[in-house]
């Protein structure tokens, strides 16, 4: 149970409301007269204790939960609300430790200093006069000077002492300069500039911020040729992508990532309107960079070069090489550990082979086309191996028929689905040009017991994500309104945080069904309404992903709450012509739950003035007849099979 559950588990809001108002109970609920305007007649004020929620169905027309209570009471922000309460609980809130706040500090100066950084050799390469050397590399290259600004590329100076002076200068420390990777230290304890005379290449996280540099060498005499940071606090080559931050909403939006082996192969083509491109930056692929982009799209192709993708290193046992990023590697194609991420993450991995001879940027350079056909045809990983291995052999000796077989029958046994198992065995027959039974007598025995698979989707998901529709959780048993409202209320969120501009979407059809624009208005509960706002506000920037935006500006407390109503968005894919419509009944379906409970509230809070106030009679029944007339828009724009008004 996090911080802020328990909290609402441990305080009744019938405690926190009392201090304030008179509460009269009413059936299962409490009324009263509001405390955040002036009423002396009608208690229209409404407290749920089942939910943990109120309403003013006066002149606030305002409700929410036990935050937005003490909120709108005493005038505090969320952090100060979930301060207060939680000292009222007696609970003490997870704070970052003495350790992790120093870490956290740490880390902010290392990354502001690797921002500058960036700032420093992007200076040199325009403003140095030795920088005209890299700068005629990149122009060689095909790139243009706009593109070499929107990556940032720089040139770090000739010589061991340019670079790190610079920041002593700027109050940088000695141990800063060697955290960040950008100075070593020498036996005699001096130090000396990591990076020298070479072409610069920030790397940023998914969420856009500094982690380290690569670095290119300009003299071909000088070793290596490809110079990474070192492993630091920031820079982990297990689990970085370069150019992710860039390609995250194209990746998104297409449905689909393409991993290349380098950084001039994901800045060309991007410059050429391919914006989906990340590089593992000479390393084998990992789970861990897998899972990111899972986030994003379950549909992946590597596109690796003719040798990496070969025979030789379909041969040499089908196991990951992972290679150091100080020095030029060959990244080897690795079968078996592609196939195993791709059944645990559910994913569509292919692979697709570059012309021999040609990287990334000269394919598309030549021929865009090319580069999207290929793309395009690239093969599922079994079938690539198939056809990788048929390719060096000559498939009618027989003994080449055996070795394909026994490097490409343990990749289809490892397959955890029955058919493709199938498929791909009839495949390879023909393939061979071999009956398929010889082929079944030479498959590995099963040494382990079968696994039972929980079905990919659930009869209550939707087929096309996996995950629960806004239709779908209103029909779910046990928990009531509450759980669905709630449920319809992450779902929502979860949605609009990953793509806000769903939420001008959004505006424009409920404009269109004469209702107003989403807004906090419309969800109970306060974590939620923060949510959405720092999703609205990373509307207002162009620096982050949506995401790290609105991360980056939630109370520290939020974001393990965020983070989880975050996964069940985690393959979200806007390009989906269902997703708006799913929002946009999610958020009518919310109106409409809300609007039904004002009603029949209403009806109470009428019958109590019959005798006493007749012109707050008035008032409930105008308020009536408008939330009717809503509710009627509202099932008209739900369709024939939204509930009758009632």
């Known amino acids: 149970m996090s911080d802020i559950e328990e909290i609402k588990a441990r305080l009744d809001i019938l405690d926190i409301v009392s201090e304030d108002v008179q509460l009269k109970r009413s059936g299962k609920n409490y009324t009263g007269f509001c405390p955040f305007h002036s009423n002396t007649r009608t208690p229209a004020f409404v407290v749920w204790p089942d939910t943990g929620t109120w309403r003013c169905f006066g002149e606030c027309n305002d409700g929410g939960d036990i935050f937005k209570y003490v909120m709108k009471r005493e005038g505090w922000d969320f952090p100060e609300a979930l301060r207060q309460l939680a000292q009222r609980a007696g609970i003490q809130l997870r704070q970052l430790t003495p350790e992790e706040t120093i870490q956290r500090e740490e880390h902010d100066t ?15 390469l325009f403003h140095n006069p030795e920088g005209q050397i890299a700068l005629e590399y990149l122009r060689g290259r095909g790139l243009e000077d706009a593109t070499i600004e929107a990556f940032e ?8 002492e340019n670079t790190y002076p610079v920041f002593l200068e700027k109050s940088y420390s000695r141990f800063d300069l060697i955290e ?9 304890g001096s130090l000396y500039d990591r990076f020298r005379h070479r072409v610069m290449f920030p790397i940023r996280d998914g969420r856009g911020r500094m982690t380290g540099f690569g670095a290119r060498a300009i003299d071909p005499e000088d070793n290596p040729k490809y110079l990474n ?3 630091t606090a ?7 992508l370069y150019g992710l931050d860039k390609a995250r909403r194209s990746i998104r939006t297409e449905d689909q ?20 491109l990340v590089s593992t930056m000479g390393t084998a692929m990992t789970e861990a960079q897998l899972r990111q982009i899972k986030r994003l799209t379950r549909k992946i192709v590597l596109a690796l070069d003719a040798d990496a993708a070969g025979q030789k290193a379909t041969l040499r046992g089908l196991q990951v090489a992972r290679q150091t990023l100080d020095r030029e590697t060959e990244v080897v194609f690795d079968a078996r550990g592609l196939l195993q991420s791709e059944a645990r993450l559910k994913a569509d991995i292919r692979v697709s082979t570059l ?3 040609l990287d990334p940027d000269e394919v598309v350079q030549q021929d865009p086309q090319q580069w999207a056909d290929l793309i395009t045809q690239a093969k599922p990983i079994v079938e690539h191996v198939m056809r990788t291995l048929a390719a060096g052999y000559d498939i009618t000796d027989p003994k080449a028929k055996t070795e394909i077989a026994g490097q490409v029958l343990p990749l289809i046994q490892d397959l955890p689905n029955a058919i493709e198992r199938d498929a791909y065995l009839q495949q390879l027959a023909r393939l061979l040009k071999v009956d398929e039974r010889s082929l079944l007598a030479l498959r590995p025995p099963v040494t382990s017991k079968p696994v039972r698979r929980k079905p990919e989707f659930a009869p209550d998901r939707d087929a096309r994500t996996g995950k629960m529709t806004a239709e779908k959780m209103l029909t779910l048993p046990g928990g009531g309104q509450a759980h669905m409202v709630n449920g319809l209320e992450e779902h929502c969120v979860s949605i609009l945080m990953r793509e806000p501009e769903l939420i001008y979407k959004l505006d424009r059809a409920l404009k269109h069904a004469e209702l107003a624009p989403v807004s906090i208005d419309d969800f109970e509960n306060t974590i939620h309404q923060e949510l959405l706002l720092a999703a609205s506000k990373s509307l207002q920037q162009d ?10 500006h939630i109370p520290f407390q939020l974001l393990e709450k965020a983070e989880k109503i975050l996964e069940q968005s985690e393959n979200f894919n806007p390009k989906l012509d269902h997703i708006l419509e799913d929002v946009f009944r999610a958020i009518l379906r919310l109106r409409e739950t809300r609007l039904q409970s004002t009603n029949q509230q209403l009806r109470f809070l009428m019958e109590e003035a019959q005798e006493s106030s007749p012109d707050d009679i008035k008032q409930y029944n105008t308020t009536m007849v408008q939330n009717t007339l809503a509710l009627r828009r509202i099932h008209k724009a739900l369709g024939p099979q939204a509930k009758p008004v009632n």
Not at 260 to 276: H, K, S
Request: no cysteine; charged share 20%; proline share 7%.
């Open 110 to 124: 290392l990354r502001k200093l690797l921002e500058d950084a960036t700032t420093y050799f992007r200076h040199q």
């Open 543 to 552: 620096q982050l992903s949506p995401v790290s935006f609105a991360l980056d």
């Open 355 to 357: 012309p021999d001879g």
């Open 257 to 276: 990532a393409v991993i290349v082996e380098g950084y001039l192969d994901v800045i060309a083509p991007y410059q050429a309107g391919f914006t989906n």
């Open 153 to 160: 590329l720089g040139y770090a100076p000739q010589g061991w």
């Open 180 to 188: 960040a990777g950008l100075a070593s230290e020498r036996d005699d």
């Open 229 to 231: 940071s070192p492993q």
């Open 234 to 240: 920031l820079f982990d080559k297990s689990s970085l």
